[in-house]
């Protein structure tokens, strides 16, 4: 089953300056975090900012030749984690028929932000996700550690995102 999520907000992981992207279901219950890359967070920090270029960037132009070839983007749904990597899939339809195109979430979700589309995280993904990080407190993360990350994603709110909130 499918969890219907916003984008939250991006942040940056304290212990390695990496950045997170933080999803909320719709009744702000499940917070998945997702790490990352720099430029994958500054395509989605430039969509929640509403930034706009003289010429598009990327996910900018992957959306014109969408819209050009009227393909719409249903949704977009995270559907694995794996070896702390996560997988997700952008579900199109192209003249009635639905194509499935594997993504990385990061670029999918600065896709949806893009087309207004709808995201979706897998159950099993939350649970996995909340797995790992039960593992990494078994493999000798320090209780502190893993304190100051319960505390820290316990205590997200909106406002904690200054101008990358939704």
Same mark, same amino acid.
Request: proline share 4%; charged share 35%.
């Given at each position: 089953?499918f969890?219907?999520?916003?984008?939250s907000?991006?942040t940056?992981?304290?212990?390695?300056?990496?950045p997170?992207l933080?999803?909320k279901d719709?009744?702000?219950?499940e917070?998945?975090?997702?790490?990352i890359?720099?430029?994958e967070?500054?395509?989605i920090?430039m969509?929640?900012?509403?930034?706009q270029?003289?010429?598009?960037m990327?996910?900018d @132009? &992957? +959306?014109?030749?969408?819209?050009s #070839?009227?393909v !719409?983007? %249903?949704?977009?749904e995270?559907?694995d984690?794996?070896n702390?990597?996560?997988?997700?899939?952008i579900h199109?339809i192209?003249?009635?028929?639905?194509?499935?195109i594997?993504?990385?979430?990061?670029?999918a979700?600065a896709?949806a932000?893009?087309t207004?589309?709808?995201?979706?995280?897998?159950?099993?993904? @939350? &649970? +996995?996700s909340?797995?790992?990080e #039960?593992d990494? !407190?078994? %493999?000798?993360?320090?209780?502190?550690?893993?304190?100051k990350w319960?505390?820290i994603l316990?205590?997200?709110?909106p406002?904690?995102f200054?101008k990358y909130k939704m």
């Open positions: 089953m969890i219907e999520m916003k984008v907000g991006l940056i992981d304290p212990f390695t300056n990496s997170i933080l999803l719709l009744e702000e219950k917070v998945l975090p997702i790490w890359g720099l430029l967070a500054g395509a920090a969509e929640l900012d509403n930034i270029f003289s010429r598009p990327t996910h @132009l &992957l +959306k014109n030749i969408l819209n #070839l009227d !719409k983007v %249903e949704k977009i995270v559907n984690l794996r702390n990597t996560f997988f997700a899939t199109l192209y003249k009635g028929n639905e194509l499935l594997d993504s990385r979430p990061s670029d979700i896709l932000l893009r207004k589309s709808p995201i979706y995280v897998s159950e099993e993904v @939350l &649970l +996995k909340k797995k790992v #039960l990494k !407190k078994e %493999e000798g993360e320090s209780k502190e550690d893993a304190k319960e505390e316990e205590k997200l709110n406002e904690d200054g």
